[in-house]
DNA sequence: CTGTTAGCGCTTTCAT
DNA sequence: ATGAAAGCGCTAACAG
């Protein structure tokens, strides 16, 4: 048996460049194989190869970790065609459904030794070409790049979309229908009030959004509510242009009873903003959120809203199997939502 | 000059597997390597090598997009060493911090080509080991990992570590010293109160972290203003835990004119909690934060905060600096704070 | 049980 | 100006 040489130069475990397989087989006095089996394939398995003694084990181990061996997972990635990484394309990272996403996914891939990496840039579509993971998810794709989504998945990438409207053209997709929800909404808020206010986006309005921001019109007129222009405000992506429509809703005489956001973010604003005004949330105005995210559901008085139930972790599960290379069709997925009555509008 | 050659069923660009070097050149009737000078290196350069002939270029060029070609950025790190890439380790995603330190990055690195990637995980030293971008940033470190960094930077790892106190030992350390900065705020404050609470974390208290906590009692003490016990209270990570530990200081007869809050967010729900008890912040109570950071600054009404100045910006600068292989000696950056007075504290 | 060997896709001398 | 060929670090057949 061969006896770890002990060539007084070659044994510090800080070094200069960095620790190949091939110096710990040398070191180790076997052969680059039996290291690789040893430290990446199982070892010491009764499967047909792979059989590497104990002993032999052992001692490869302990000269990997006294010259802190760690494995180049691109060379690794080259030759098996795994990363074990998977890939997530957020756009708004400073929303809270994105860190939903995160932790959820965290929580899946990593007992599996698969490490989530998030990319915060709006466009994937440069990165997902080269940078390939076992899996990418991306959260939101502009009319034109569809096209681009089946050419990657083609070339054998992996992709689950977030969309809710497209179809699975070789890759998946998460849909999570908002329309539906968002008559649940408006519904929780017609059985009360007859004064109901809507702050959303002007993209929403322009385009007569049909998720979120029809269902605020198709409410009032089924109730027989003429529609006011001036229970109509508009935020940006910051909360506090959120805050100061909710403000300009909220500031006067004439003022509705009730506000429906087109997103948690803009209604956790619109309840500081009531606050501010001295109105208590829940009494004098009620205040219901799209989304159903946690902090809305945290926060003081608690977040009245709709969602998705059980989402971020079927879309985690969906993208790790995927990662883990679950060769099924391709497929959409569609999500139910529910209204989540809390205090802010009961 | 050769044509390109019309093989009919290789030249669709969406294809089964992958589109190599090796493909593209046999379609363009060239050899790998005339590729790979086209596709990565310069190709009409007259530098001594690299002289592709610009007809060849072109041709070569539209092969390669014809058939889809994408580089294997594995394949590429494992011969140049280079990734491209940036890895940032970052704890507190959901911190207003942690989107800065992103943004500056990402607008510094992606003009380079160079793509930054989020790692959301507190344990970065497993992933760092092995996954090894360009340079990557650490922005925690506990006490027994110090010898972790060494070890991973002395191995060829290009490492910036954010810590208020560490030394630079084969990697960059980013200084951001809270202390001073902390007696500046409470200064502030000191010039026009002397009900001063402070809302902190436990922790920050049981150690008496020198940074953020301890400036409190300094500055009481050295007004002569002795420390009452009811004025001090605690938050945990979420707002809702600082809003309610406002709401406790704030709503009763004998209530603190001035907030010293040793975290932007928890001033921020301070503000909140004010305004829900119908208090006018910046006149009958005064908030200052610690961070400085945008949320505060764009907030209504704006904080009033200590921060570093610069910050983001020269980390970036540093951090991308490393990537590109910058190879100066690694070194300790102190940054300076200062106040930024706003609308909630004059 | 262990070693030899042939690549993965790419870059990069070195000839031609 | 272009091509042949040698590897980077690793894994997976295949021999022994």
Redesign the interface.
């Known amino acids: 048996m061969p006896k770890e040489s002990t060539s007084p130069m070659s044994t510090n475990?800080?070094?200069?460049?960095?620790?190949t397989i091939k110096q710990v087989a040398q070191q180790a006095g076997v052969s680059t194989a039996s290291v690789s089996y040893v430290l990446s394939g199982r070892s010491g398995a009764t499967g047909r190869n792979g059989g590497v003694a104990q002993e032999t084990a052992q001692r490869i181990r302990r000269v990997a970790e006294r010259m802190?061996y760690?494995?180049?997972?691109?060379?690794r990635?080259?030759r098996t065609g795994r990363?074990d990484?998977i890939l997530l394309s957020l756009t708004m990272?400073?929303d809270?459904w994105s860190?939903a996403v995160?932790e959820a996914v965290?929580r899946r891939a990593?007992p599996l030794g698969i490490?989530?990496?998030?990319?915060?840039?709006a466009d994937w579509s440069r990165?997902l070409?080269?940078?390939?993971a076992d899996a990418m998810f991306v959260d939101a794709v502009s009319p034109g790049q569809e096209e681009l989504l089946?050419?990657l998945s083609?070339?054998?990438k992996r992709l689950v979309v977030f969309h809710e409207e497209m179809q699975p053209k070789g890759f998946d997709v998460i849909r999570s229908l908002a329309g539906p929800g968002c008559v649940l909404a408006m519904d929780h808020l017609l059985r009360n009030h007859h004064k109901i206010a809507i702050l959303t986006t002007e993209r929403a309005r322009e385009r007569h959004d049909s998720a979120r921001f029809m269902p605020y019109l198709d409410g009032l007129v089924k109730a027989g509510i003429p529609v006011r222009e001036d229970y109509i405000d508009f935020f940006d992506r910051?909360?506090?242009s959120a805050?100061?429509a909710a403000m300009r809703l909220l500031d006067r005489p004439d003022r509705p009873t009730a506000i429906y956001a087109t997103t948690d973010f803009a209604a956790m604003s619109a309840i500081?903003a009531a606050?501010?005004l001295?109105l208590r949330v829940g009494v004098d105005v009620d205040v219901v959120g799209v989304g159903n995210t946690s902090?809305g559901e945290?926060?003081?008085p608690s977040l009245t809203s709709v969602g998705p139930e059980g989402f971020f972790d079927e879309l985690a599960r969906i993208l790790v199997a995927r990662a883990q290379g679950d060769e099924q069709d391709p497929r959409a997925v569609d999500f139910h939502w529910k209204l989540f009555s809390r205090e802010s509008a009961r």
């Open positions: 475990p800080v070094q200069g460049g960095k620790v802190g760690a494995p180049d997972l691109a060379a990635k080259i990363s990484t990272l400073s809270p860190l995160i965290q990593m490490t989530p990496m998030i990319l915060a840039d990165v070409k080269s940078h390939d089946t050419a083609s070339q054998g910051s909360p506090a805050y100061a500081n606050q501010r001295g902090e945290s926060m003081v």
